[in-house]
């Protein structure tokens, strides 16, 4: 079942814009490594380069969709955060992608922004979701927070991509056309977050990324202060709890050691920062969604002089009321040192994750923490499948209001692509394409050969349509019951494949096929299913139709039958010479001889 994440999802996206503050230190040093990464901004015709020196490429890879301008863009920094992209359901379908092409193996932040700001003057954001590779990652729900509609969010999170294509798709709810700003697609260490225990199938979803003690958002986005990864980090006070007079924010401007290191790359600036408390507790509160698995992330540095050997400064970290571990910043690593320790939460009973510090010895202290929600993989359509039903798109020329876009079957809380159906494979590692139905839909091209790979096809309706050309050699997947073409202009013969499939249905009438027709096809028929083959004149050699003309193989003359029409021709081409000859021997005039 896939998780879903709903209203609090706002509660956790980092509002943009109209506080932000550029700061003119160095841009941050990412992507990490020389992988390509991708920055696009979404809604303009020309690339531009932002105050961190990232170049924003124009809008491409979209299926679909349509661009605009917020209502009020001189509100807003950055030239990303300034146009959308937004896919009306009326015109593309229900399903649009943008599909990043040449993408390695790799772990990636992707982080998008997205902002209503009444650009369609309807004083009503859209309900959608976002999906990753057939995951469903974000969810946007009408009526937003009245900030996030007109300031925006950056959303975020971190996921392997193991396919050289990554489709980030976008569902509209009823008529609701789904909206984005910005998207970057950046490649991150693969060791990263602990990715080891929880495996190449989770991804990390961002539900809260706090930096304690700062009083401003910082990173990309928000001011130029270097994070690796381009992670934005957001101020704390929101997520207190109990009385603010019992906090003490420390501050310091000394190098803290130990930050900026493989394979997280956590910034210095997280640790500059930190929160104690004067009544020897400090407590956290973040909305999450319950009978879900999160993995917390807490920061830690010593950066308080007057402690000075370990012990002064002891407390125990409770999570959802369960003491999970006791921290000695100073013993574990010193004084001004980035210290971090992770812990996953199973199954969450509760809407509210809660992290309380308790001293043992001294006041507690934090830098910041970060919650992930853990969100397996939604299994995926069969890649072999995949490339089939690409083919499929570009030679049935299906237009773009079906919504033939990013994966046909995933994620399945969401339909397949218009008349496609899809099961789970026995193993639950995949998803099979079992129907297609498309009759009556205007298709006008023809059926590519890469049907064949549709090896758990059972039902194939493409009646009614214009389609032209042969039918493929590899159509007649053993799956295969049911096929209907009847109403189109089909050519050619009839392949022995689809004779020797289980057909219990087949309707080939009113087309331009020829030849024999098998004869284990038409006995299809005599076994108790039904065939039709009426309205092909070319067809020829069962019951009701034209015995076939001698030598007729495979809806066309056999190799003996051409032999003997050569034979034919030499013999006649041989008398007429002969002829010539004579003719030209009795003083006619010849034909090859220049008047």
């Known amino acids: 079942m896939i998780p879903i994440l709903p209203h609090f999802f706002f509660t956790f996206l980092i509002l943009s814009i109209i506080t932000t503050t550029i700061s003119t230190s160095s841009p941050p040093p990412f992507p990490y490594g020389n992988l390509t990464s991708y920055h696009i901004n979404c809604g303009t015709s020309t690339n531009t380069t932002d105050h961190f020196n990232t170049t924003w490429l124009s809008d491409r890879y979209y299926t679909g969709g349509s661009t605009s301008v917020v209502s009020e863009p001189l509100r807003f920094n950055l030239p990303s955060e300034k146009t959308l992209r937004y896919f009306p359901s009326s015109s593309n379908g229900k399903k649009n992608c943008y599909s990043f092409p040449s993408l390695p193996s790799s ?24 999906a990753i590779s057939g995951t469903i990652i974000f969810n946007w729900r009408s009526p937003w927070p009245e900030s996030t509609a007109r300031d925006g969010a950056y959303s975020d999170l971190f996921a392997f991509l193991a396919t050289s294509t990554a489709d980030l798709c976008f569902y509209g709810f009823a008529t609701d056309a789904p909206i984005v700003s910005s998207i970057e697609l950046v490649p991150v260490d693969s060791a990263s977050y602990d990715s080891l225990s929880t495996g190449e199938n989770v991804i990390l979803v961002n539900y809260g990324r706090i930096s304690c003690g700062s009083d401003e958002h910082f990173g990309p986005g928000f001011t130029n202060d270097t994070d690796k990864f381009g992670r934005s980090w957001q101020p704390d006070e929101p997520f207190r709890t109990g009385s603010d007079l019992a906090f003490r924010v420390l501050l310091t401007e000394s190098t803290v050691n130990g930050t900026d290191k493989e394979p997280n790359y956590f910034p210095m600036k997280l640790y500059q920062t930190a929160v104690t408390s004067e009544e020897n507790e400090l407590e956290y509160e973040l909305s999450v969604d319950a009978k879900m698995d999160y993995m ?20 125990d970290v409770l999570i959802n009321g369960n003491n999970v571990t006791r921290v000695d910043i100073y013993k574990e690593v010193g004084s001004f040192t980035a210290f971090s320790w992770h812990y996953t939460v199973r199954n969450l009973s509760s809407n509210v994750l809660g992290i309380k510090l308790v001293a043992v010895s001294g006041a507690p202290l934090i830098c910041g923490f970060e919650n992930y929600a853990l969100v397996p993989n939604e299994p995926s359509t069969h890649p072999l499948q995949v490339s089939a039903m690409k083919a499929l798109k570009e030679s049935l020329r299906v237009p773009g ?24 494979s026995d193993d639950k590692t995949a998803l099979l394409i079992t129907e297609i139905n498309l009759g009556s839909q205007g298709l006008k091209g023809n059926i590519s050969d890469q049907i064949s790979l549709l090896s758990d096809l059972v039902i194939l309706n493409l009646t009614s349509n214009s389609l032209g050309g042969a039918l493929p ?49 038409y006995s299809v028929g005599v076994h108790g299913g039904a065939i ?25 003359l056999s190799s003996a039958a051409l032999a003997a029409k050569r034979n034919k021709y030499q013999r006649q081409k041989s008398l007429m010479l002969l002829e010539l000859e004579s003719q030209h021997a009795r003083g006619f ?5 220049p008047q």
């Open 107 to 130: 772990r990636y932040l992707l982080r998008t922004f997205t902002v209503y700001d009444n650009y369609d003057d309807k004083s009503r954001p859209p309900s959608f979701d976002v």
């Open 296 to 315: 917390v992330w807490l920061h830690f540095a010593e950066i308080d002089s007057s402690v000075k050997e370990a012990g002064e400064r002891v407390f």
């Open 401 to 424: 209001r079906m919504g033939w876009n990013g994966d046909p079957c995933a994620p399945t809380t969401w339909d397949a692509w218009e008349g496609v159906t899809c099961r789970m």
């Open 473 to 521: 050699s590899g159509l007649g997947q053993k799956s295969l019951i049911q096929v209907d073409l009847s109403n189109n202009q089909l050519t050619g013969s009839i392949p022995d494949s689809l004779a020797s499939s289980n057909l219990q249905l087949v309707l080939l009438n009113d087309n331009l096929l020829e030849g024999r027709v098998p004869e284990q096809l």
């Open 532 to 556: 039709d083959l009426s309205g092909n004149k070319g067809l020829c050699g069962v019951p009701s139709l034209p015995s076939c003309p001698m030598f007729w193989e495979h809806g066309r």
């Open 589 to 593: 005039p010849s034909p090859f001889t």
